[in-house]
């Protein structure tokens, strides 16, 4: 088994260099949910508010939206490990600030939301950057495996960070009777969430320092235009239509991590504790899509793929919106990360694989301006929404609107394929 494992799941370990960078983001991907996590129970647990979660993620996702051509263009005409590098730190500068604020108790709300969106901007060029580098890491016929096995660190780290989250939560919580009389164990919890963040940083830090920088593309040094990733999907149907419609599978998918605090102390009637399970578990299903794209992936089979992981994503949100018991709400938060996932890097590996490599960075970009812009059209209007209608009608709007997705992209593959 564990040569089976090697050779078909685990196969793009066998290079060096990704090895080391897979390595490197499993520590850092872990302390980034363990503070996401946090900083939404936090500011959730201070305010009452849940359009709160919302808003803090539209801080951290939105300027990617804005900048992301800017950003694409940098990682197709600068060396893209030293950008990360330089990107991986002010990350981990930023980290410490927010525990240092966080920890001195000067940490208001808009400074927090004002410390995400610098967050935001510099991820403009880091994940363009990130996307870009994988492939430089792997010969082609190993990308899928190694797009697959990048979507396992992200959702593994999706489970144990927020799992962690919640133990620390729940061992401040015991603690209480030991602490000071003026601080919060929710406060001094995230505290500790957002210096284990920081630490983590220096992880991806020391992996990226033993990786040498890939050669230049031939075409590289061309200046080019900023949109001409935007023209490369307009020449591409297929290509530009998956976009697209990733974009709508996102808007009315990923919000679900947003509904989350409130379905927990409002429709399960439930705490923190069960409020990262939900997360975990969401995580936990993302981390079974990740492994099946990582094993089964195959050029032939992207289109079932993509099929599947719509459908399940659907099911699994309609099934949270009537559900009122916790392991009944934990399987649809799996099915949901599992149908998300296997869609997600299902369409993200197609797209790299069919862009040529001197623009790659600027067409990922597009794919990464993609996933923000649902978060301020999508999570902003969901956290209006709950606070409306609440958690359940919303929820099955959300399922709905998956399904005609589902619908659509059922079309578009029996007319086109996943021909360009």
Request: net charge positive; hydrophobic share 55%.
């Amino acid at each position: 088994m564990l040569t089976a494992l090697r050779n078909t799941t685990f196969r793009s370990l066998r290079h060096r260099s990704y090895r080391r960078y897979f390595l490197g983001q499993i520590v850092s991907f872990v302390g980034t949910w363990m503070q996401s996590a946090a900083l939404m129970w936090l500011m959730y647990d201070r305010t009452g508010d849940p359009r709160w979660p919302s808003w803090l993620l539209v801080a951290q996702i939105g300027p990617t939206f804005l900048l992301g051509p800017w950003g694409g263009a940098l990682a197709d005409r600068h060396p893209k490990r030293q950008l990360i590098v330089t990107t991986q730190t002010i990350f981990l500068l930023n980290a410490m600030a927010l525990t240092v604020v966080m920890g001195s108790g000067f940490a208001a709300p808009l400074f927090v939301l004002a410390l995400l969106a610098l967050n935001g901007i510099v991820q403009a060029v880091d994940l363009p950057a990130r996307l870009a580098f994988v492939p430089d890491l792997v010969p082609k016929e190993d990308l899928i495996n190694a797009v697959g096995l990048n979507s396992l660190v992200f959702n593994s780290a999706r489970m144990v960070g927020p799992a962690l989250a919640g133990a620390l939560f729940i061992l401040a919580n015991a603690a209480k009777p030991f602490l000071p009389d003026d601080a919060h164990p929710v406060t001094v919890a995230a505290t500790a969430c957002f210096a284990l963040n920081a630490l983590s940083f220096l992880a991806v830090l020391r992996a990226l320092r033993g990786i040498p920088e890939p050669p230049a593309h031939p075409k590289a040094a061309e200046r080019g235009s900023i949109w001409d990733g935007l023209r490369y999907l307009r020449d591409h149907p297929a290509m530009g239509g998956l976009v697209v419609l990733t974009f709508v599978v996102c808007v009315f998918g990923w919000p679900v991590v947003t509904v989350l605090p409130a379905y927990t102390r409002l429709r399960l009637g439930l705490k923190e504790d069960a409020y990262s399970l939900l997360l975990s578990a969401l995580g936990a299903g993302a981390l079974g899509a990740a492994l099946a794209t990582a094993t089964f992936g195959r050029v032939g089979r992207r289109g079932t793929f993509l099929l599947v992981g719509l459908a399940a994503g659907a099911a699994g949100m309609i099934g949270l919106g009537f559900a009122d018991r916790t392991w009944i709400s934990g399987a649809c938060c799996a099915t949901i990360g599992f149908g998300l996932i296997l869609y997600l890097s299902t369409g993200q590996s197609a797209l790299q694989l069919a862009v040529p490599d001197e623009k790659r960075g600027r067409v990922m970009a597009l794919w990464a301006m993609t996933l923000s812009a649902s978060a301020p059209l999508g999570h902003l209007v969901v956290g209006e929404a709950v606070t409306a209608l609440g958690v359940g009608p919303v929820l099955l709007g959300m399922g709905a609107g998956i399904v005609l997705a589902t619908a659509a992209f059922a079309v578009m593959l029996a007319v086109r394929g996943l021909k360009a």
